[in-house]
T-cell receptor
Framework: KQEVTQIPAALSVPEGENLVLNCSFTDSAIYNLQWFRQDPGKGLTSLLL?????REQTSGRLNASLDKSSGRSTLYIAASQPGDSATYLC?????????????FGKGTKLTVNP | GAVVSQHPSWVICKSGTSVKIECRSLDFQATTMFWYRQFPKQSLMLMAT?????????EQGVEKDKFLINHASLTLSTLTVTSAHPEDSSFYIC???????????FGPGTRLTVT
């Protein structure tokens, strides 16, 4: 059974700092990995999707890496801003019970202080 | 593109009543729709997967008679919580994709409170 763990559970940084969020998964047989952002009481916004054959994806100040063999991914946020404050969720798509499913971690709650 | 809406965004109902939540794909045809539940500080947990015109497939531990899912068209799926109890209070999020294997697009969620 696929399990996804995100560390740390919460992170507070001053504005302008570069930071790394970590995600690990137990079964390396994944189709892809996705990072999402969730604001309080809101739905999910997809940030980056990395296919299993890829090593990293970049979008603006965000860079996500994937090491499938070790079951790890990192989300790097450069020059953090108060508007980056949100919960960041990692999810992997893999075969579960005969069908492809997204399995989510519990998230990292990020606070960027002005 | 790829916008998914949910209605209502929040709802309060009394114990024992039923409540329906709608999920719509606004600019694409969603062959497959997914319903998730999220408790505070917890992961999104998949409740069920539905394909248009077919019966939903429920995850282990999810009562199909309590959480009724209808996916009657390529743009609309509904989740009905029947005989609601306070423990059903949660954040319900739907997701849609053009097939079961393509990228999923998520709705804004519905906050259900059962009193």
């Amino acid at each position: 059974k696929q399990e996804v763990t995100q560390i740390p559970a919460a992170l507070s940084v001053p504005e302008g700092e570069n930071l790394v969020l970590n995600c690990s998964f137990t079964d390396s047989a994944i189709y892809n990995l996705q990072w999402f952002r969730q604001d309080p009481g809101k739905g999910l916004t997809s940030l980056l999707l990395i296919q299993s054959s890829q090593r990293e994806q970049t979008s603006g100040r965000l860079n996500a890496s994937l090491d499938k063999s070790s079951g790890r991914s990192t989300l790097y946020i450069a020059a953090s801003q108060p508007g980056d404050s949100a919960t960041y969720l990692c999810a992997v798509r893999s075969l579960q019970g005969g069908s492809e499913k997204l399995v989510f971690g519990k998230g990292t709650k990020l606070t960027v202080n002005p | 593109g790829a916008v998914v809406s949910q209605h209502p965004s929040w709802v309060i109902c009394k114990s024992g009543t039923s409540v329906k939540i709608e999920c719509r794909s606004l600019d694409f045809q969603a062959t497959t729709m997914f319903w998730y539940r999220q408790f505070p500080k917890q992961s999104l947990m998949l409740m069920a997967t539905s394909n248009e015109g077919s019966k939903a497939t429920y995850e282990q531990g999810v009562e199909k008679d309590k959480f009724l899912i209808n996916h009657a068209s390529l743009t609309l799926s509904t989740l009905t919580v029947t005989s609601a109890h306070p423990e059903d209070s949660s954040f319900y999020i739907c997701s849609a994709s053009t097939s079961g294997y393509s990228e999923q697009y998520f709705g804004p969620g519905t906050r259900l409170t059962v009193t």
